[in-house]
């Protein structure tokens, strides 16, 4: 059912006999149809039920949110995280049967970009069984994967309240290949729209790399992912080892740490806090200025924590190597590479 | 239907295509057109090789993409857009290596049982977002997603 516009919701309005009467609050049925009308519709006496009716259903979701035990599942209501984002992650369930099984999966923690992932619910066989959610027991990969792709483009179009939707994942067995199939199952099944897995079996390998796959198919598209301002250490560094610095923007990290990870030697990486921003953005946008980054050198005490007196910039900077020495007496400012793959070249 | 393949392909980018596709349009090969996850720089590239010649069936387009923990995520999105977009100068089969590049990463590195089960969750990603070729590391792990797509 297509969005109503404002001007749309005011034809309505306009043949229903009492134009302009002002009982909504608003001067005019014009203001009340852009303004209110699409959340408040209630406020006008005189709105045709056939109005009243296509605004009540555009407001439902397409799919409920549900709390289990504490833990947001659904509320999901687009095809393509792109579009807009995903909600709520794949819930990530484990059935338990004994103390001890149950002791070991509430145990595994594993710190990601940071957050701390785990398993989100532990159940008895009992406490699955009492969900109310649609159940999809996995059996076929290509049924699995078609259902749960109708399901969500169903929910999207009806906007009618959808149950989140959970697929139940037997027991792989003991054959060598059951988990790398079970990986590869829930895998496709996180990035396509089941709202929650429920899990027989338990790794706590194969559990780290699925939370790590959702962390980052559900990050926000919008709000790009930073890492905690630091000094990072890379191959037990001296206090005569190379020191690099760049921004908090996760993957402007992700890429040059990735890289001195390769170098033969040891070396630091000065994280500056820039609001996640990448390096040219957040010069740019003045969140990565000499002032902030001779704040954090000094925040961070690093002038004492090493001997090297030379610190390597992102290449794209190069244009603040004055200012920062001017800022910083204590350290040189070495114009390093543009791109971060070139950093093994230049330093390896 | 996602192929999941073993094999090496030629890789061309906006550096070295005016040497490569003369090289394929000699072998009658496949060649990876790759560009660092933008969708205006992926439509010039695919314009240029084939203003130079290059047969559209030898084109397989490479939209980039960072391991699994690495920003993937920006590499699936475009991915799906190019799927989505219609445009003409997008309309080529998509291959991924978002293997080779979780192969990469520092945990995968350390861990050969991680390395395995990222293999397989990064390449399922990629085809999950609409990837026709994925092309896998280990021989295992690549017959894990063939029998596992077929069931």
Redesign the interface.
């Known amino acids: 059912m297509a969005e109503l516009t404002g001007l749309q919701i005011f034809q309505h309005l306009k043949g229903a006999g009492h134009f302009n009467c002002k009982e909504c609050g608003c001067a005019t049925c014009m203001a009340f149809a852009l303004k209110e009308a699409k959340t408040n519709i209630e406020k006008c006496p005189y709105a045709p039920d056939e109005l009243k009716d296509i605004i009540t259903q555009n407001a439902r979701q397409p799919q409920k949110t549900l709390e289990i035990q504490g833990v947001k599942i659904g509320g999901e209501n687009v095809l393509?995280?792109?579009e807009k984002k995903f909600n709520n992650p794949t819930a990530l369930a484990v059935i338990v049967k004994t103390e001890q099984e149950r002791k070991r999966v509430q145990e595994f923690k594993v710190k990601?970009?940071n957050e701390e992932l785990g398993v989100d619910l532990v159940l008895t066989r009992e406490e699955y069984d009492a969900l109310g959610v649609n159940k999809i027991v996995d059996r076929?990969?290509?049924q699995t994967a078609a259902e749960l792709i109708r399901l969500r483009k169903e929910a999207i179009e009806q906007r009618n309240e959808a149950d989140p939707v959970c697929v139940y994942l037997p027991s792989a067995g003991a054959n060598e290949?059951g988990?790398?199939?079970l990986?590869?199952?829930a895998?496709?099944y996180i990035?396509?729209y089941a709202n929650m897995l429920v899990f027989e079996d338990f790794d706590e390998?194969?559990l780290?790399?699925?939370l790590?796959?959702r962390?980052?198919?559900f990050?926000d598209?919008e709000k790009p992912m930073q890492v905690d301002p630091g000094v990072y250490e890379f191959n037990d560094p001296d206090e005569n080892s190379l020191v690099f610095m760049t921004t908090n923007f996760?993957?402007t990290y992700?890429a040059v740490a990735?890289e001195l990870?390769n170098l033969p030697t040891g070396s630091y990486l000065i994280v500056v806090p820039s609001n996640g921003m990448s390096v040219l953005t957040a010069w740019s946008a003045e969140k990565f200025t000499a002032q902030i980054v001779a704040k954090t050198l000094k925040d961070f005490d690093f002038a004492n924590k090493v001997k090297t007196r030379k610190i390597v910039i992102p290449g794209l900077l190069a244009q603040m190597k004055e200012e920062l020495e001017q800022a910083v007496s204590e350290f040189e400012f070495v114009v390093g590479t543009n791109e971060a793959y070139k950093i093994s070249e230049l330093f390896g | 239907m996602t192929e999941f393949i073993l094999k090496e392909l030629d890789v061309a980018d906006e550096t070295n295509y005016k040497e490569l596709v003369p090289a394929a349009i000699k072998s009658g090969k496949q060649l990876v057109l790759r560009t660092p996850i933008d969708i205006n720089l992926a439509k010039e590239l695919n314009i240029l090789s084939l203003d130079l010649g290059l047969p559209a069936e030898q084109i397989l387009i490479d939209t980039d993409i960072g391991g699994l923990g690495y920003g993937l995520e920006y590499g699936y999105s475009m991915i799906e857009k190019v799927k989505l977009s219609g445009d003409k100068y997008l309309r080529f089969p998509i291959v991924s290596f978002a293997v080779e590049e979780t192969l990469k990463t520092k945990e995968a590195k350390v861990d050969a049982c991680y390395a395995l089960f990222a293999e397989i969750a990064a390449a399922s990603a990629v085809a999950a977002a609409g990837a026709d070729v994925v092309v896998m590391n280990d021989k295992k792990a690549q017959e894990v997603m063939e029998r596992v797509w077929q069931s």
């Open positions: 393509y995280r792109h990601r970009v076929s990969f290509k290949s988990l790398p199939e990986c590869a199952k895998s496709y990035c396509k390998t194969l780290s790399v699925l790590t796959l962390q980052n198919i990050t598209p996760a993957l992700f990735g990870e």
